[in-house]
């Protein structure tokens, strides 16, 4: 028999996408779309709170849009590559204004808006290749493990 399982166990083991759009109809539809096709999907409505949502939760991707009130997607991109574990995300930033001149990217990939879901998934796909699932528990303690303090070995006997 089946039984209907809550959602907070249904996001288990599965591969976790934070988008990030400042236009709420956007951020609406990718959200339906990505979580039909068996993503887990948080959302954010700028830079900031995606920094914020990113840390606590290290999903395996980041889609966000680059113009974004409060903080921008590049500077969301700028403030991930400053932390170890922040910058392992794979990054997919998107714009109506074009590709950002920014040498070395500081994002994995690049899609111009409009993006069309059904070039998007495939490029997710291959973005997230060779990522293990892992429910939001584990990513707790791969946060906490990953900024343990523990002393270098010395070379001298004490």
């Not at 599965?14 to 039909?36: C, F, N, R, Y």
Request: glycine content about 4%.
């Amino acid at each position: 028999m089946y039984r209907a399982q809550p959602d907070w166990l249904e996001d288990t083991n599965v591969l976790t996408i934070l988008v990030v759009d400042d236009e709420p109809s956007l951020l609406s539809a990718t959200q339906a779309l990505l979580k039909l096709n068996g993503f887990r999907v948080l959302t954010a409505r700028d830079g900031a709170d995606a920094f914020r949502t990113a840390a606590a939760e290290l999903p395996h991707l980041i889609l966000t849009d680059w113009m974004m009130p409060r903080m921008d997607g590049l500077e969301l991109c700028l403030q991930l590559k400053q932390y170890f574990v922040l910058r392992q995300i794979k990054i997919l930033l998107t714009s109506a204004a074009g590709r950002p001149r920014v040498h070395p990217p500081l994002w994995d990939a690049f899609r111009k808006k409009p993006v069309v879901f059904s070039e998007l998934l495939p490029l997710l796909n291959k973005l997230l290749e060779g990522q293990a699932p892992r429910s939001p528990t584990n990513s707790a303690s791969m946060r906490q493990s990953s900024f343990r303090w523990a002393p270098l070995p010395s070379r001298f006997p004490f």
